[in-house]
């Protein structure tokens, strides 16, 4: 796939609200493959809302998501699953772990999934980013910004044509949000990706194609 | 352990899965048992004489109180069996003839002595016998005579006698075993013959020879005897069985009929094994529905691993196939263990069976086998479906 069109879409409960400002909702935009794009917003703009319509778990929304040109309102539960596999990743802002699995079998859940990454790949970005030790570590015992780096990792054990990262390093401090921004930029190039970042603020310093204010 | 087991085992509550694993095998059990049961028993019931037509029917006066005083005779005159023949019901009649003379019979098996009695023998026309003619002829004069045992001789051979002795049971394919040495002596003549036991008649009770042989017998034994017959044979036409019921119960005939007795047991056996496999089923039912609740209240705790798996990419079908399995697996060893109580509970009634009707084939276990995999699959398949919609559910409940 190469590309995501969002035309006129307005989420139900914003329907009754007529100045709504922004460059996303009710608008015609397009993402781009290749492409690099940071949204910004305040909480309760719908930043998660909009993540949760592109990967297709909510569809409470007027207007249309064209994924390629095919509204996605049509995708069959197939497709979703397809598309979450191959095409689209997402890091969740509340991030999904398990937290009865050690970090690594959080990611390897994944990888069994896909067999996209080899296991020396995964301890190698483990260990870029400071948790190595966490390997074997319950998720549930990990705060909440080694649990990011964890589900950054996972985000990252699949083949993707866009990575949508909601609010991915709210909990980390800049050296480490750093460090997430290369290890993802280098994957997302690696792919020819896009990614799509979400931010209410704090947020990774890469060179975005786009800013866009929803 | 795959992870995805290893995350979807939380909250699995043993007790239920044991508790739904004896319902459920109680259920099965129950079920298997009666149908096999029925399947197994019912040949009892429904095996027909080979010897005798089952729309054949067996006539005689009835003996009461007053006949025993007065003295009065119970066999029927030529005038009665007319006014049967002309009668629309019966397609054909015949008499009973029974010997004139004394008959002494010697009934041994493989050697051993086992009857020593002065008896009689009966004859019907050879048309009533349905058996090949050429195993059921005799020749004047000639030695071997041609017989047809009463069953109930063998069965209290076989439960008396047999036990006791140490003997072999006889079922129908060793009838050659049987040694039968007749005597007969009258009207001055004096010969020894031997009985060929050709098998057994459930519908008979009586010693059954050819009618040839009773007539060159009863002539030349006793030239002088003749009594009327006491028992009629017909063949009743089945469209007409009502006329036949109000002409016999009219004329204050009996019939000697125990197909109308198997009738009665196999109903109620019938009715019996129903309640049964019912009572099985309801109990299976509901073993049923604990392990759909158990499953439901499985996947309502663990919602919402659910649905991060499906939401990182896993298909529906792959979230739900561990509890898939799990149910197919707690069914599979629901019905192994059935059948193989099952196994142990039939040998141990067929063997009772058997001692009782030597002549039931031994049966398998066939029916239970197909009733069973029968039941697996369907409720496997309602399993597999119900927990499939409900990680549907769980997919759906973001829309």
Known sequence: ?214 | MSLVWKLLKQHINVAQFVGFFFANLFGMFIVLLGYQFYEDVMPVFTSQDSFMRNDYVILSKKIGMGSTVSGRSNAFTNDEIGDLKRQVFATKVGKFTSTEYKVDAHMGINGTEILNSELFFESIPDEFIDIPLKNWSYKPGAREVPIILPRSYIAMYNFGFAQSHSLPKISDGLVGMIDFNIYIHGNGHQQQFVGKVIGFSNRLSTIVVPQAFMDWSNAYFAPDGHSDPTRLILQVDNSADQLSTKYIDRKGYEVENDQLQTEKTTYFLRMMVSLVMFVGLIISLLSFYILMLSIYLLVQKNAEKLENLLLIGYSPGRVAAPYQWLTIGLNVGVLLIAWLALFFLRGYYMNIIETLFPEIDGGTMFPAIILGIGLFVLVSVFNIIAIRRKIISIWKRKE
């Not at chain 1, 799509?196 to 990774?204: A, N, P, Q, R, Y």
């Open chain 1, 1 to 214: 796939m190469n590309s995501i069109r969002l035309v006129s879409v307005v989420p139900q409960v914003f329907a009754q609200q007529n100045n709504l400002d922004s460059e996303i909702w009710n608008q015609d935009i397009k993402f781009e493959k290749g492409q690099v794009y940071l949204i910004e917003a305040d909480s309760g703009k719908g930043k998660s809302t909009f993540c949760s319509y592109i990967v297709g778990y909510r569809h409470d929304y007027a207007g249309k998501v064209l994924i390629d040109d095919q509204n996605a309102l049509n995708f069959k539960v197939q497709d979703w699953v397809d598309l979450r596999q191959n095409h689209i990743s997402h890091l969740f802002q509340e991030l999904r772990l398990f937290p009865e699995l050690t970090a690594f079998e959080n990611v390897e859940i994944k990888n069994k999934l896909t067999n996209f990454k080899s296991e020396a790949q995964i301890k190698e970005w483990f260990d870029h980013l400071d948790i190595a030790d966490k390997l074997d570590a319950k998720v549930g015992r990990m705060s909440f910004g080694q649990q990011q780096r964890v589900a950054m990792i996972r985000a990252l054990v699949q083949p993707f044509e866009f990575l949508l990262a909601d609010e991915p390093i709210s909990h980390l401090d800049d050296s480490n949000s750093q460090l997430m921004g290369e290890i993802l930029m280098e994957e997302a190039k690696a792919q020819g990706a896009g990614v799509i970042l979400t931010s209410i603020g704090k947020h990774i310093a890469l060179n975005y194609d786009k800013t866009l204010r929803l």
